[in-house]
């Protein structure tokens, strides 16, 4: 893999605890944002040097369709890319259950809208460094006249590695062929570099390449979405049930072993082991199995639908032992990373999260993932030797905004900053 070409923030593994914060622009003038693009060609950081000058802080560059097209990219061009990318999220909001309270119409403006055309990403190991790193970035927009910055999410994550729910998140990350950066798994195959990043061959000996190939090369599609999470009701709802039934929704003790090899206590030295999964013994109506049900024998082929995921809390943390809300916007940014948005976040979300066919629960739900739906639903957890059926699980995740975008390569960046009309 070109690694000098490719965005760091595409490939390169989050540091335990670390602050970002995600930029949204809206280009009203070509030549500004031409501009743009190229002085975010000289901030972005590759993929060549996870340990360079800068260490652990890096900014990363997205640009949506209605960016693209901002930019003058030719409408042929456009339509050699991904077609839920050109459609956008909210066109897609109905596919992916974002209905009810997560419906686009009550979207975080400017969430959803033509108007958010790049998104800026910057990551680094506290808020001090980071506020840095966008100062560095600043030059990139300020003083930028047809450029204006509409949107800003602070996000963090705790050195427990634990998101809102309270329960330990970003365990799983997959190898990639030819990155020589590790995966979380030191028994899984790594994917073929085609299933992350578009100009290389993926498992089905595929390669996707775009008109220009300079546009699509060395790009990955990125998936933005501000998820929403009710941990005070989450709460109560444990406080209601059983002990275990957190755990049991997630698959995972909060420290992060799975419960099928720890399955009478949270174990934090075992979260080594979490690799070695026991086939047969796997929790498959846990969200952690619905998002990667890697050993089910009825979910198809599981690793076309392999994805980077990165998950960022964002808001003040509930106070320990709160059970009311206390009506502060809380809850995770989460981002996908994957060269199909198609087979990959769309299916994940559709057919493992909004539905439980794949594992026999009919259209039972993932109550930690999907949005949208009824109120109140039954969720389903394989149990053995006998399935357990939680009723009236409440909906703790509702969707506040999203964006489909691309992560173009360094040099695809700085030829969007050179293009004439």
Known sequence: MDLHDIQRGVLSPRPSSYAAAYLAFRIDDRAAGRKLMRRVAAVVTSAADPAGPLGETWVSAAVTCHGLRALGVPEKSLDSMAWEFRQGMAARATVLGDTGPSAPDVWETPLG?????????????????????????????ERLPGVTAIWRQDCHAPPAGTEPFGVRDGISHPAVEGSGIPGSNPFETPL????????????????????????????????????????????????????????ELMGRW?????????????????????????????????????ANPRDSAVAGEVRLHRMIRRGTAYGPPLPEGV????????????????????????????????????????????????TGGPGTADSTILRRPV????RGVP?????????????????????????RA
């Open 387 to 390: 399935r357990r059926k939680l």
């Open 113 to 141: 809208s033509p108007a958010v055309h790049v998104v800026l990403v910057a990551l680094a190991p506290d808020t001090a460094m980071l506020d840095a790193a966008i100062d560095r970035a600043r030059p990139a927009y």
């Open 192 to 247: 073929k570099a085609g299933e992350v990043v578009l100009g290389y061959p993926d498992e089905l000996g595929g390669v996707q390449t775009t008109t220009p190939d300079v546009l699509g090369r060395n790009g990955s599609y990125v998936a933005f979405r501000k998820l929403r999470q009710d941990v005070a009701a989450f709460r109560r709802f444990l406080r209601a049930s059983a002990d275990t039934d957190g755990e």
């Open 323 to 370: 059970l009311d809300d206390d009506g502060a916007d809380r809850g995770l940014l989460f981002a996908f990373v994957g060269a199909h948005l198609g087979r990959q976040f769309e299916f994940v979300q559709t057919e493992w999260l909004n539905n439980g066919v794949f594992f026999g629960a009919g259209d039972a739900r993932d109550p930690i993932a999907a």
């Open 254 to 290: 909060r420290g992060g072993p799975q419960l099928a090899l720890a399955p009478e206590r949270d174990a934090l030295a075992l979260c080594g082991a979490d690799a070695l999964v026991l086939a047969g013994q796997d929790r498959g109506g846990s969200h952690i199995r619905r």
């Open 395 to 419: 909906n703790f995740v509702t969707t506040r905004g999203g964006e489909y975008a691309f992560l173009p390569s360094l040099t695809a960046l700085r030829w969007l900053g050179e293009r």
